[in-house]
C-alpha cells in the first residue's frame, strides 16, 4: 500500500508519493538514542515504556498496557521508494508486498492472514519516500505466536516465484486504481516540475512494466537483492505493545527478533542506519522556479496549490515554524486571509499545510477550492498570498503568539485520549525512525520552543521566486500527457514581470492578523485535574452500563450516560433534528445539503472559539433532518451549543454563504463521481433499498436552480415540527446534561413545535428473488461488483452469523481472489445494515476482468463456502468466533464508545447493535446452526440478493436469466415492498 499523506481538503483527496537516491548522510535531525528513558505521554497514559536495543542493532520500544484487550506490533524499515533502481521503479513497494507471502518458517503464502483471522489479527503495511512501515494487532493472548510468524518477515522471507507473477498484477490494481485518485494524480502532475535528479521526481507506485524483469534480470533477482541491500536490523525501529510486564515483552522481542542480520549483506550500496537520510538536490530546478502547472485532474472544479520546497519537518520539530505559520493562514478571523478571500468571492476553501514530508526534504502547501470568479483572479490570489505572507513576518512572529499556539496544543495532548493499537505502535514506529525515544509520541505534537530567527528563516522559502503554482480545472487545452498518470498536462516557468507586483504589492484591503488571546473560552474555570475527574466519577452514579433516557417528552427525547471508564473530562453531545413537514425528496435533500452548508459558513467566524475550547463540532445530514454534535472538554459545551443553535435558527444566511455554499456543494457531489467504482457500487446498495436516499446524479441536478429563498424556505419548514432526539455522554453530570437538552428545547420551541416521525422503511428483498442493477462506469478501465443479501429475520443469532460469515468469507477472499486469482486489489465482505435492516456485502474490484466474470468469481467462492465451513475443526470454528469477539469488544477511547452508542439510539438499536447479547449469542452458536444459516443465505435456490455492477461501456457483459433487471429505480421502488419496523 502506498501512504497517505499528512493532510487532506474538503475538495480533493492527496497522496503522497515517494522518491529516490543514494548519497547518504547523517544530519542534525533528532536520533534514536540507546537509553531506557521513559516516552513522554499524557498525564492519564499509565502504560510503561522501554527503550532498547538489541544486539543486532535493532532499536525497540515496548509498551506494556495491563488493561489492553488488544495487542499490537509494529517494524518500519528506514528504505523507501528513494532506493527503488532506476530499472524498477517501485521495487520497494513490491517488497512490502511480497514479505506477506511466505518465510522459510512459515512457507505458507495464506499462512499469516489464517493465523490473523483465527486470532482476531489484522494487518497491513504502506511504502513512502523513505520508509517501509508493517503493522499488526491481534487478540491480546496472540502476541507472542504473533510475533514469531511477524519476526519472519525480516530473517527468511521466501519469495516463492510462484506468487511474483500474481503479487505484480495486484501491484499493476493498486497503480491502476490510483489513477482515480486526484491526491495521487496531482502529485505525479507535479513530477515534470521537480529537480529531474531528485529522487520525487521519480514514478514511485510499481507497475507490470516498470516491475516486468527481463530474462537477464528476472524481477525475483531484483526482489532479493533490494532485500539483501536494505532490510537489516541497523535500519530498523520495533514498536511492541502488550499486556505482559515489560520484561516479559522484552524477552519476546529478544527471542524472535534478534536474527535479523545487523548490516546489509552486499556492499553494493551503503545500508540506510536509522536517522540517516538522503542528501537530495534541490526539489525544484532554481534555474526554472517559479513555475506554473495547469493541469487536468479527475475533479473538474477550479482549484489552486501553491508549493514551496521547505527543509524536512523533523529539523525543527520542537519549534515547528511551518505550524506556527499554516495556523495563523487557517485561521477563519474576520480580517485573515481566508476570509478576505471569500469575501471577493474568489475562494470557497484554503488550507495550509504539507503534501509532501520526508526525513530529507517537504512541502509547505497551500491549496485553495476556487470560484469560477476566482480563477479569473488567481494571479490577483497569489498576491495576496504573498502580502499576507509579508503581514505575518513583519507583524506576527512573536512570543505571545506562539505562546496562544503552545497552550493549544499542550491541552489537547494533555488530554490526548488512546488510539486503536494498531495505529499507535505504526505511529511510534514510524516517529522512532526520526525522533528520539522520549519524543516519539510528543514530538510531532508539540510546539514546545519559541525562536523567532527558525520561524523568520523559514520565511525565506516561502517567496515569489521559489513557488510552484498548480491550476487545475482552468477548461483550457493543455499541451503534454503524463506518462504515469494519462492526464494532461502544461509546464511553464512565470516571467519577473509576472511574479514582480507580487514581492511589494497589495492585493486586498484590510487584512489583518488574528487576536492574540491566551485566555479562551474553556478557562472560565480553571481546567479539571485528571485526579478531581476521577474523583467525580467515582462518587456519581453508574447509571447502568447503557445510556438512560433522562427526558422524554412530545418530540423530545434525551438519552445520559456519565462515562465510568475511561475518565477524561471530555462529553460527547449528539442532537438529531429530523422534521415531519417536509415530504423527503431530491429537491428536499439538494436544499438541506445547502442549509447545512450556510450552516457552516455561518459557524466559521466562531471556528477559534471551539478549537480554543478544545471543542469539535460537526453537522452532517440524516434522512429526514441533521445531526449536530460536539465532542472534547465537557465545561464549554453549552456556550458552544448555543452557538449552533443560533447559527441553525439563523436569519442572517447571506448570498455570500450561499454561493460558497452551493460551489462547495457542487464540488462535494463532483468529487463523488470522481470515485472508485467500488465506493459507488457499495453506495448504490443503500440508494437502491432506501427510498430515502436518491443518486448524487438527481441532488446534483435539482443543485442547479436553487436559490437562497428556496433554502430559506426549507429552514422555516424544517424547523416548524421538529423530532429531537440527544445524547450526552462523558464527564458531565445528570443536571448538566439535561441543561443542555433544555437549551435545544428552549431555542427550537420543541414544545411547540414537537412532532413524531414516522417510522422508517427499508426495500424488502423478497425470497427466492434476485436483482441486478448497473452502474455507468468511469474512464478508469476498472469495474467494480457488489452481491447482496438482506438478512430476512433480523434477529441477533442473524446478526451473530451474519458478521462471523463476513469475518470469514474476508480472509478467504483475500487469499483466493487476490493472492491467487490477482483478480484485483480490494476484493472482500463485510455486514452491510441499510438503515436499521441488516445485510452482507461481498464485493471486489478488477482493472482486467469484465463485470459479469468478477461476479462468477465471487459466486464460486460463495458457493464454496458451505464446505469450507462444514469442513472447519470445532477447535478453529471455537478460535474464529473468539477472534471475532475481541473485535466487537474493543472501544480504545471515549468516543468509540460514544459513536455506538449514538448510532445504536439513532437507528432505533437493532439487533446488530445490541453489542452485549450479539457477543453471548456468538459466544454460544454453535456450528450446526451457523452452516444452517449459511446454506440459507448462500445457497442460490432460497437466498434473496441484489447484484450491482460498475462497467465501462468499452467492456462487454452479459447477465444471465436467473436475474431481474432493475432498469428504472424509481419504478423499482415504486413497485417495492418495504420492512417497516
Known amino acids: ?159 516463492d516465484e510462484h506468487y511474483i507473477d500474481s503479487e505484480l498484477k495486484v501491484v499493476d490494481a493498486e497503480y491502476q486504481m490510483l489513477k482515480g485518485n486526484d491526491g495521487w494524480v496531482s502529485m505525479s502532475l507535479m513530477k515534470p516540475a521537480v529537480h529531474p535528479e531528485h529522487s520525487f521526481s521519480r514514478f514511485e507506485a510499481g507497475s507490470s512494466q516498470t516491475l516486468a524483469g527481463d530474462n537477464i534480470n528476472p524481477i525475483k533477482n531484483s526482489v532479493v537483492d533490494f532485500y539483501k541491500t536494505y532490510y537489516a536490523a541497523n535500519a530498523m525501529t520495533l514498536v511492541v505493545l502488550g499486556k505482559e510486564p515489560i520484561e516479559n515483552l522484552q524477552k519476546q522481542v529478544e527471542k524472535n527478533f534478534s536474527a535479523i542480520r545487523t548490516k546489509a549483506a552486499t556492499p553494493k550500496r551503503a545500508t540506510l542506519e536509522v536517522g540517516d537520510v538522503v542528501i537530495e538536490p534541490s526539489l525544484f530546478l532554481k534555474s526554472k522556479q517559479p513555475q506554473l502547472l495547469t493541469m487536468e485532474l479527475n475533479n473538474p472544479q477550479p482549484q489552486m496549490t501553491l508549493s514551496f520546497s521547505v527543509p524536512a519537518f523533523a529539523t525543527h520539530y520542537q519549534e515547528k515554524p511551518e505550524e506556527f505559520i499554516a495556523n495563523i493562514l487557517n485561521d477563519n478571523d474576520k480580517g485573515g486571509l481566508k476570509a478576505r478571500l471569500k469575501e471577493k468571492g474568489w475562494v470557497n476553501n484554503m488550507i495550509a499545510g504539507s503534501r509532501l514530508s520526508t526525513r530529507s526534504y517537504a512541502t509547505f502547501d497551500i491549496q485553495f477550492a476556487l470560484s469560477e470568479e476566482g480563477m479569473n483572479h488567481y494571479t490577483d490570489i497569489v498576491g495576496a498570498v504573498f502580502q499576507y505572507l509579508r503581514l505575518i513576518k513583519q507583524e506576527g512572529i512573536s512570543e505571545e503568539r506562539y505562546s496562544q499556539q503552545h497552550q493549544r496544543v499542550a491541552e489537547l ?45 523559514y520565511f525565506n522559502y516561502l517567496t515569489p521566486e521559489n513557488v510552484l503554482i498548480s491550476l487545475s480545472g482552468t477548461g483550457k487545452p493543455l499541451e503534454q500527457r503524463d506518462e504515469w498518470s494519462g492526464h494532461q498536462y502544461s509546464l511553464s516557468t512565470m516571467s519577473v514581470e509576472t511574479i514582480a507586483p507580487w514581492q511589494t504589492q497589495s492585493f486586498v484591503s484590510d487584512l489583518s492578523l488574528p487576536t492574540v488571546n491566551i485566555t479562551s473560552i474553556a478557562e472560565h474555570s480553571a481546567p479539571p485535574t485528571l485526579e478531581s475527574v476521577e474523583m467525580d466519577m467515582s462518587n456519581a452514579p453508574t447509571g447502568g452500563a447503557e445510556p438512560n433516557v433522562i427526558n422524554q417528552e412530545q418530540g423530545f427525547a434525551m438519552w445520559y450516560k456519565q462515562d465510568d471508564t475511561f475518565k477524561v473530562p471530555k462529553t460527547d453531545t449528539y442532537f438529531m433534528l429530523e422534521s415531519s413537514a417536509l415530504k423527503v425528496s431530491p429537491k428536499v435533500t439538494a436544499m438541506k445539503g445547502l442549509y447545512i452548508m450556510m450552516i457552516n459558513e455561518v459557524l466559521l467566524s466562531s471556528s477559534s472559539q471551539f478549537r480554543d475550547a478544545g471543542v469539535q463540532h460537526t453537522i452532517h445530514p440524516t434522512k429526514r ?74 441532488l446534483k441536478a435539482e443543485l442547479k436552480s436553487l436559490s437562497i429563498e428556496d433554502v430559506r424556505a426549507y429552514q422555516t419548514a424544517f424547523l416548524s415540527q421538529l423530532e429531537v432526539t440527544g445524547l450526552s455522554h462523558g464527564s458531565l453530570n445528570q443536571s448538566q446534561a439535561l441543561q443542555l437538552g433544555n437549551q435545544v428545547k428552549k431555542v427550537l420551541k420543541i414544545t411547540e413545535n414537537g412532532a413524531a416521525m414516522p417510522q422508517p422503511q427499508v426495500i424488502n428483498l423478497p425470497q427466492d428473488e434476485r436483482w441486478l442493477r448497473t452502474l455507468e462506469g468511469d474512464n478508469s478501465g476498472n469495474v467494480a461488483v457488489v452481491l447482496y443479501s438482506q438478512v430476512q429475520q433480523g434477529t441477533v443469532k442473524e446478526a451473530a452469523s451474519v458478521r462471523l460469515l463476513g469475518y470469514l468469507l474476508q480472509s478467504e477472499l483475500f487469499n483466493t481472489l487476490r493472492t491467487e ?32 466474470d468478477v461476479q462468477k468469481e465471487l459466486e464460486i467462492e460463495l458457493n464454496g463456502m458451505n464446505a469450507k465451513i462444514e469442513a472447519l475443526s470445532d477447535e478453529v470454528f471455537d478460535n474464529v468466533k473468539k477472534a471475532l469477539v475481541s473485535f466487537l469488544t474493543q472501544e480504545p477511547n471515549l468516543k468509540a464508545r460514544s459513536d455506538f452508542y449514538w448510532t445504536k439510539i439513532a437507528l432505533k438499536s437493532p439487533p446488530f447493535l445490541q453489542k452485549e447479547s450479539l457477543i453471548k449469542t456468538l459466544e454460544n452458536l454453535s456450528k450446526a446452526d451457523f452452516v444452517a444459516f449459511c446454506h440459507q443465505l448462500l445457497s442460490g435456490e432460497t437466498s434473496n440478493g441484489l447484484v450491482i455492477h460498475s462497467q465501462p461501456a468499452t467492456k462487454s457483459m452479459t447477465t444471465g436469466n436467473k436475474f431481474k433487471i432493475i432498469s428504472d429505480l424509481a419504478v423499482f421502488k415504486g413497485n417495492a415492498k418495504y420492512v417497516t419496523e
Not at 508486498?97 to 499469516?112: D, I, Q
Not at 494533555?414 to 495505529?423: G, H, L, M, S
Open 625 to 698: 433532518g441533521i445531526n449536530l454534535s460536539l465532542s472534547g472538554m465537557t465545561e464549554p459545551q453549552p456556550a458552544l451549543l448555543d452557538i449552533m443553535l443560533k447559527a441553525v435558527t439563523s436569519h442572517s444566511f447571506t448570498e455570500q454563504n450561499f454561493t460558497i455554499a452551493k460551489q462547495n456543494l457542487s464540488s462535494m457531489y463532483q468529487q463523488y463521481n470522481s470515485s472508485q467504482p467500488i465506493d459507488k457500487v457499495m453506495n448504490a446498495i443503500t440508494v437502491t433499498l432506501d427510498p430515502l436516499v436518491w443518486e448524487v446524479s438527481e
Open 413 to 457: 495532548f494533555r488530554f490526548q485520549e488512546k488510539i486503536p493499537a494498531i495505529a499507535y505502535v505504526g505511529e511510534l514506529a514510524n516517529n522512532l525512525q526520526s525522533y528520539p525515544a522520549i519524543d516519539v509520541f510528543s514530538g510531532p505534537r508539540l510546539m514546545v520552543r519559541y525562536d523567532a530567527s527558525v520561524i523568520n528563516e
Open 1 to 159: 500500500m502506498l501512504c497517505n499523506t499528512k493532510w487532506i481538503l474538503p475538495f480533493v483527496i492527496l497522496v503522497s508519493a515517494c522518491s529516490e537516491t543514494e548519497n547518504l548522510q547523517a544530519v542534525p535531525t533528532p536520533q534514536a538514542a540507546k537509553t531506557n528513558s521513559p516516552v513522554h505521554t499524557p498525564p492519564q497514559d499509565r502504560r510503561s515504556y522501554k527503550s532498547v536495543e538489541l544486539k543486532n542493532n535493532l532499536k525497540v520500544l515496548l509498551v506494556s498496557d495491563p488493561e489492553t484487550e488488544r495487542s499490537a506490533a509494529a517494524l518500519a524499515v528506514g528504505v523507501g521508494s528513494e532506493q527503488d533502481p532506476d530499472d524498477s521503479l517501485g521495487l520497494a513497494h513490491f517488497v512490502e508486498h511480497m514479505l506477506f507471502l511466505g518465510s522459510e518458517k512459515y512457507p505458507s503464502p495464506h499462512g499469516f492472514k489464517q493465523f490473523m483471522t483465527q486470532n482476531g489479527g489484522m494487518y497491513n503495511a504502506y511504502t513512502t519516500a523513505d520508509q517501509t512501515n508493517f503493522f499488526f494487532e491481534v487478540s491480546a493472548a496472540s502476541l507472542e505466536p504473533a510475533l514469531d510468524r511477524f519476526s519472519q518477515f525480516f530473517i527468511s522471507p521466501t519469495f
Open 821 to 852: 486469482h490477482s483478480m484485483g486489489y480490494i476484493v472482500g465482505a463485510a455486514p452491510m445494515p441499510v438503515y436499521n435492516v441488516d445485510g452482507l456485502a461481498i464485493y471486489a474490484q478488477s482493472p482486467n476482468l469484465s463485470a459479469t
